[in-house]
């Protein structure tokens, strides 16, 4: 399977980062283009390149495989990285903006490359709201399918609509129990999405989802609740609390 491999051979977990490519290219024939002309082990040339690395964590939710999600996830998170001084020493670089990459050769493994000016932000962003917290705008829809830790409880959003507010608290029940359910001011939703409406009212919304199970399952409902392309979600995003105790 491609998403074991990727996780056996470019998964650094003793550097906290992920591979592009493994080994990079350096003195063979092929020319896989410009990235040749980066050091072994730098930027698209075998270090990480957090493009690929956030796609590797929208994978491993998309399986339903939410411990390995949240592991690659916390492993790019930047703060992360500068949680010690030893951390910082090694990542060099602001811990809190993402990097565009991170070195993956000695004596700089770990160290971080160029900030700031990088378009992994925005994907970082769709990753957490889209893969792990499963929020999906379509039109005048809020659908969900989130990939959450096992040990979690669920959590609160408060998603503005136009001038309108949805006060959602997303609830894991345990493990098979039953199909995702929404209400809606105490009203069930029959096709388990929140339709928005800008009635400048506030409104509570309650979703129950199934807790964790084996990630084949959950990629089956995954598959069926994003049949269409994703559109991102953060159109109206203002607040979440993540986890509740």
């Not at 990727?6 to 490519?21: A, C, M, P, T, W």
């Not at 000016?117 to 889209?130: C, D, F, N, P």
């Amino acid at each position: 399977m491609a998403m074991e491999a990727l996780d056996e051979r470019l998964v650094r977990r003793d550097h906290g980062l992920i591979q592009l490519l493994d080994p990079p290219f350096d003195t063979s024939t092929l020319d896989p283009g410009y990235i040749k002309g980066y050091v072994p082990g730098v930027r698209e040339n075998g270090g990480q390149y957090t493009h690929a690395a956030i796609w590797a964590a929208m994978a491993f939710a998309a399986l339903g495989d939410s411990r390995r999600a949240w592991e690659l996830f916390s492993m790019i998170n930047p703060v992360n990285h500068g949680s010690s001084p030893e951390g910082m020493a090694t990542y060099k670089v602001e811990p809190y903006v993402i990097a565009a990459d991170v070195y993956a050769v000695s004596p700089h493994t770990g160290r971080g490359g160029w900030t700031w000016y990088t378009g992994s932000a925005g994907w970082m962003y769709r990753l957490i709201v889209e893969s792990l917290l499963g929020l999906r705008l379509e039109v005048d829809k809020l659908h969900f399918a989130p990939c959450l830790p096992a040990d979690w409880q669920g959590f609160k959003l408060h998603y503005r609509y136009r001038e309108t507010v949805y006060h959602i608290a997303v609830l894991q029940t345990p493990a098979g129990d039953g199909e995702t359910r929404v209400t809606v001011d105490g009203i069930a939703q029959p096709d388990q999405a929140l339709p928005l409406v800008d009635d400048r009212r506030e409104h509570s919304v309650e979703v129950s989802i199934p807790g964790v199970r084996s990630y084949h399952a959950v990629a089956l409902h995954r598959d069926k609740t994003f049949a269409n392309n994703p559109i991102p979600a953060q159109a109206g995003m203002t607040e979440s609390e993540i986890p509740e105790d």
